[in-house]
């Protein structure tokens, strides 16, 4: 898992988008070949989150439309028939606020994680300059206090 992390994280924004947006356009294609009988589009998450994780929320919005016009046309293209085309326009809305709501959840973990990650890295760097110069007395009280400080910025 942390080869794939890294790789990810080791691609420019660009090549990022690229890749989920042919991995949008490719679950679009796998949904049309399944039929609008079997319900395949909470897979177009995949593509979103990855660019929101390794990208950002603007790219995520782009390839969260992208996914709703893949999703629309898969399920045109399937021969799924309405009542009213209006019925198909409505789905589409719902599943780009769903998809929407997946950049929300998305972000607000990954500015959790990315907080954590902050303060971990805070609290070893100080914990390696305290431990050469500072008594065991001293790093307990200031690991305490680096915990505290850290919670209120």
């Given at each position: ?73 898969a399920d045109k293209a399937s ?75």
């Amino acid at each position: 898992m942390e080869r794939i992390d890294s790789l990810l994280r080791s691609q420019t924004r660009g090549w990022l988008f690229v890749g989920a947006l042919g991995l949008a356009i490719l679950i679009g294609f796998i949904d049309y070949l399944t039929g609008y009988e079997v319900a395949f589009w909470p897979f177009y998450s995949v593509p979103i989150l990855l660019i929101l994780l390794y990208g950002n929320r603007r790219l995520a919005v782009v390839i969260s439309v992208v996914s709703t016009v893949a999703w629309w046309w898969a399920d045109k293209a399937s021969g799924h028939a309405y009542s009213n085309e209006w019925l198909r326009l409505w789905d589409a809305t719902v599943r780009l606020i769903f998809f929407c709501l997946m950049i929300f959840a998305g972000w607000a973990f990954k500015w959790q994680r990315d907080a954590i990650r902050a303060r971990l890295e805070l609290l070893d760097s100080w914990k390696r300059k305290s431990s050469a110069s500072a008594s065991a007395n001293n790093s307990v009280s200031g690991v305490i206090f680096m915990m505290v400080y850290a919670n209120f910025s």
